[in-house]
Structure formats: C-alpha cells, structure tokens
C-alpha cells in the first residue's frame, strides 16, 4: 500500500505563471487536507475535502487558490498567478475517517 | 475545528537533557495525535490519545493527555541528536472534519 504520494516534489514558476500541486491519497483514503508551511513555521491549514466535495476552505486565500478531489484521480492545489509570496511547503494528507493522518513528502515551491 | 495553543515555540537542548512540550485547548477535546517532522521532511504520526488521564510511552517518548481532556503533553527523556525536529500536535482527529495543528515546538538538541 503506497504513502500519499505528492507531486512535484519540486515546483519552480515565474511570477504570473499556474501551479498545480497532485496529490494521491492512501488507498482506501477519502479524506484530504492541503497545508502550507513557510521555513521553521507550523502547518498552516488550507482545505479539506472529501470525494467531489469541498468540506471546509476557510484557509484558503480568496483569490488565486483553489482545489478539487475529484471523484477520479488525485487531488490538485491550483494556484494561479503566481507571487512570490506563495512560495512555501504545501504538504496534503489523507486519512479515512476518526483515524490518524498520512503526509505526504510535500511540494517546495518556489516562484521567481 | 478545534483549536489548540502550544509551547514552548523553540526549545534548545543538550544531548541527554529532558524535554517536554504542551498542547492546551480552551474546550475538552474527544483526542489528541502527535506529530514529528525531520528538518526537511514530514510530519510522521506518532500516538493518538483518547481516554482521560491516559498515559502512553513510545521508548523515551512518554504521552499524557489531561484529566479534563484539554492538555496533552509530550516529554522525552535524555534527548539524542535524533529527537531533533519540529513536534506538533493535533485536535479533535479526523472525527471533527478540518485537522488544526499547534504551531509546533522546534526542537534543537546541541551535542
């Protein structure tokens, strides 16, 4: 049984250009958080989000970001028009429900 | 989501001190998980904790969640270079939807 598997592991975009963030949940998952999290920072909470359902983006800036987990595939992280400021760790996780949380390896994005 | 507090934010150790970091909640909690990461990695699940006054020890890990079910704490006896990284804990579990993390506690252990 894979981990969550997160893609890229590395992410480099020019300042105005789209990011999207994969991650693959555990099988059997249906559960999916997406964090941010700057250098020596806590995991700043995004979204979380089940199966064609957005259950709660109340970290979510209003703008730019969005995210899906569709019903097939993995769950993206869209972040359009890049600034340098989104430049960070974005970590998702996955778990079933009442159980612990599984990271994956996150994706370091850097905008230049 | 719930939300908890915990300190301290950095702690800096000798190799062989004890360490111990908290997590407080204003309301009771149904549980608490603990976390670690590495510099440079991610979070790994450590323990969950469920029952009032429960205790659990992972080798020199020892885990306690509070007879009122609104602090946990974590406390490692005689720190090794490999007890170095960020320590987080998590409220509620999955059961309340959104997982809300402390900010951490950045452990630095000096050899």
């Known amino acids: 049984n894979a981990g969550v598997m997160q893609n890229p592991r590395h992410l480099v975009r020019r300042r105005g250009q789209e990011a999207r963030l994969r991650c693959s949940p555990m099988?059997?998952?249906?559960?999916v958080y997406w964090y941010r999290q700057l250098p020596e920072e806590g995991l700043k909470f995004m979204v979380y989000?089940?199966?064609?359902?957005?259950?709660?983006e109340s970290g979510m800036p209003k703008e730019r970001f969005s995210a899906e987990f569709p019903k097939e595939g993995p769950s993206i992280l869209r972040i359009q028009q890049v600034v340098r400021g989104d430049s960070a760790a974005y970590f998702c996780?996955?778990?079933?429900?009442?159980?612990?949380?599984?990271f994956g390896q996150g994706t370091r994005l850097t905008v230049v | 989501g719930q939300q908890v507090m915990q300190i301290p934010q950095y702690q800096h150790v000798q190799e062989g001190e004890d360490f111990t970091t908290y997590c407080n909640s204003s309301?009771?909690?149904?549980?608490i998980q603990w976390y670690k990461q590495r510099p440079g990695g991610h979070p790994v699940f450590l323990i969950q904790?469920?029952?009032?006054?429960e205790v659990k020890k992972q080798k020199r890990l020892t885990f306690q969640f509070g007879e009122a079910k609104k602090n946990s704490s974590l406390h490692i006896t005689a720190t090794q270079t490999t007890d170095v990284g960020t320590y987080f804990c998590?409220?509620?579990?999955?059961?309340?939807?959104?997982?809300?993390f402390g900010q951490g506690t950045i452990l630095t252990v000096h050899p």
């Open positions: 996780a996955s778990s079933t429900r009442n159980t612990e949380a599984f």
């Open positions: 998590n409220a509620g579990g999955t059961s309340y939807g959104k997982l809300t």
């Open positions: 099988k059997g998952h249906s559960h």
């Open positions: 904790l469920v029952k009032s006054g």
């Open positions: 989000l089940q199966k064609e359902n957005i259950i709660d």
């Open positions: 309301t009771t909690l149904s549980n």
